[in-house]
């Protein structure tokens, strides 16, 4: 299955540690989206990145969080100093070109809890 | 403040029955997804739909985009347990805003054999 790989699909963290969520995408596509889901909120768009280039990260927090897809590796959306309000399903979705209504394919998602 | 507003928020109803779920706004938007996602997994995109008043039908699904783009439906003949799900809609915003889609917050629909 070539479909939107995304680990660990749960992580539990302390409050101040780091978290670190992996993405890799789908075979052939070069554009990778993160997304955070409570049950309350919704999918809430956070970053949009091309190969080494982080094209709109407006729905991303300005502290604690960063997003990278380097040239070669997965994606990493890394949450610095985790506070409790960052618990929640964090999903990253693919899409083969640039196209703003290209269809999006999404992992399972890693459930992020911080105790 | 929700740009895309989903209704019902929930819906269980008996197989076989039909049903219609809705996706409002007071925005354009310039193309608008319908996905589902159930516990555990990430959504499954269904349809795109692009141009002001388009109808898709996929099997038992009908998707109608409305005529100025601000609103969507979703309607299911003769649902069948396998239908229950979350129902997500999703648009990208007329000319311009996030590169990201707008979701919806959802419907949870149950379908009870």
């Known amino acids: 299955n070539a479909g939107v790989m995304q680990n660990p699909r749960h992580l539990v963290r302390r409050r101040g540690q780091e978290a670190r969520l992996r993405c890799s995408p789908m075979?052939?596509?070069?554009?990778v989206y993160w997304y955070r889901q409570l049950p309350e909120e919704g999918l809430k768009f956070m970053v949009y990145?091309?190969?080494?280039?982080?094209?709109?990260e407006s729905g991303m927090p300005k502290e604690r969080f960063s997003a990278e897809f380097p040239k070669e590796g997965p994606s990493i959306l890394r949450i610095q100093q985790v506070v409790r309000g960052d618990s929640a399903a964090y999903f990253c979705?693919?899409?083969?070109?640039?196209?703003?209504?290209?269809?999006?394919?999404f992992g399972n998602g890693t459930r992020l809890t911080v105790t | 403040t929700q740009l895309l507003e989903q209704s019902p928020q929930f819906l269980s109803i008996q197989e076989g029955e039909n049903l219609t779920v809705y996706c409002n706004s007071s925005?354009?938007?310039?193309?608008l997804q319908w996905y589902r996602q159930e516990p555990g997994e990430g959504p499954v995109l269904l349809v795109t739909?692009?141009?002001?008043?388009e109808v898709k039908k996929l099997k038992r699904l009908t998707f109608q985009f409305g005529d100025a783009r601000k609103d969507s439906s979703l309607h299911i003949t003769a649902a069948q347990p396998g239908d229950t799900g979350l129902y997500l809609c999703?648009?990208?915003?007329?000319?311009?805003?996030?590169?990201?889609?707008?979701f919806g917050k959802g419907t949870h629909l149950i379908i009870q054999p």
């Open positions: 979705a693919s899409s083969p070109n640039e196209a703003r209504n290209s269809p999006l394919h």
């Open positions: 999703a648009g990208l915003l007329q000319g311009g805003g996030a590169d990201g889609l707008t």
């Open positions: 925005s354009v938007f310039s193309s």
């Open positions: 990145l091309q190969k080494e280039n982080i094209i709109d």
């Open positions: 739909v692009v141009t002001g008043g």
């Open positions: 075979k052939g596509h070069s554009h």
